[in-house]
């Protein structure tokens, strides 16, 4: 359904959760993001990052390890704590907590109990406002036990990781987990009151043949999620050394990968889905994601699309980034520096960038294009990029009135690479990119 032009995707592209981004973060004093603190007004949102898995899939590219030492996830969640008082007490007065998301990792890694006595904490520290919570959670290490305590937060929103359906691309990719597994989970999960369940599903596996993806999409539609985040499998061993464990002789071509992802497309586009952006789908007339895409508020962060309307996003726990208008802060990767500065009460943030007036102004096109399909574009910047957009307009992907730049409905799948024309730190970044498809 889509035309395919190999050439336009050839430049692997950022997937654009900030501007700029974390490739182009460089170290930053810890005082800059206390001075943002310590600034911040009305709405926030609260991020805290689990690092841990029960197991380790080959494919992973987040910061997590393996949560087999009783120790290690004691001494990290005492760690957290001590963040969420140090963090909290630098908040003016009047500063409201309406979002907080668990993530990770799997944040089912810890125990229930642990996880009720980080929400009791949250609410100590910080003045939540009826604030809506999300989790990801991994369908192999889900418990009635873990429902319950959902349950008992009043979580909304989850993200399950399915990633594929298919038996031999589980074991490829180290993550062997039933259907039988993954619907007991939906199950319990709709019984503790979620109203809107995500499904992480991935193209481009190891052996994944396009039944492969067409049974998993139709899975999905069964089992009944309300979001799809439809991803393309991005093979970068040279960055996520664990990815050596894939067979890359296995994987599927360029052209096969543009063919998987128009059909995630067509499919979900055709059984009740609003699509966001051209690889994320929302239930039509329910699911609060399609609402927000279709009143012109969607918004993107560090979680990916999102409803959320504000402008500040609070980062906790090892690697967990905060954004501010003005700044991106990103706290210690490593699990144990992270635990003995969060463990002293010293802050934590030892990477970022300030975000200068131009890379706002950029921040914000990219950002319109990528949720909206369109962007005003100044004169000045406009005659910067023009040239760029050339390959795209020729072949109608891309139209060009006046100041607005808008992306057609044949250019979706080419949409980062269109945003990465606005992106002045990709001229000069040797680091390598996923795919853009």
Known sequence: ????????????????????????????????????????????????????????????????????????????????????????ALLPPGTRVRRIAFGGGSPNAIAPDDFLRLVDALATHFDLDDPIHSIELDPRTMSREWAQAIAAVGVERASLG?????????????????????????????????????????????????????????????IGADRIALFGYAHVPHIVPRQKLIDESSLPGRDLRFEMAATGFGYFLTHGYVPIGFDHFARAGSDPLATAAFDGRLRRNFQGFTDDPGDVLIGLGASAISSFPGLIAQNEKNSGRYRMKAGEGLLTVNRGIARSADDRYRGAIIERLLCDGRAAIGGRLMAEVAPRLRAFRERGLVTVEREWVTIEADGLPYARSIAALFDSYRNHSPRRFSSAV
Request: net charge negative.
């Open 162 to 222: 399915v990633q594929t359906f298919a038996e031999h691309c589980q074991q490829a990719i180290g993550r062997i987990q039933p259907e039988d597994q993954i619907v007991q989970t939906v199950d319990w999960l709709r019984e503790a009151g979620v109203t809107s369940l995500n499904f992480d599903l991935m193209y481009g596996l190891p052996g994944q043949r396009m039944e492969d993806l067409e049974d998993s999409l139709q899975r999905t539609r069964v």
């Open 1 to 88: 359904m889509w035309p395919y032009y190999p050439e336009l995707l050839e430049t692997p592209v950022p997937r654009y959760t900030s501007y700029p981004t974390a490739a182009d973060f460089d170290v930053l004093p810890a005082c800059h993001y206390r001075a943002a603190l310590e600034r911040a007004t009305g709405d926030v949102s609260l991020y805290l990052h689990i690092p841990f898995c029960e197991k380790i899939c080959f494919y992973c590219g987040c910061n997590t390890g393996k949560a087999n030492r009783q120790q290690r996830l004691e001494s990290y969640l005492h760690a957290l704590h001590r963040e969420i008082e140090t963090v909290a």
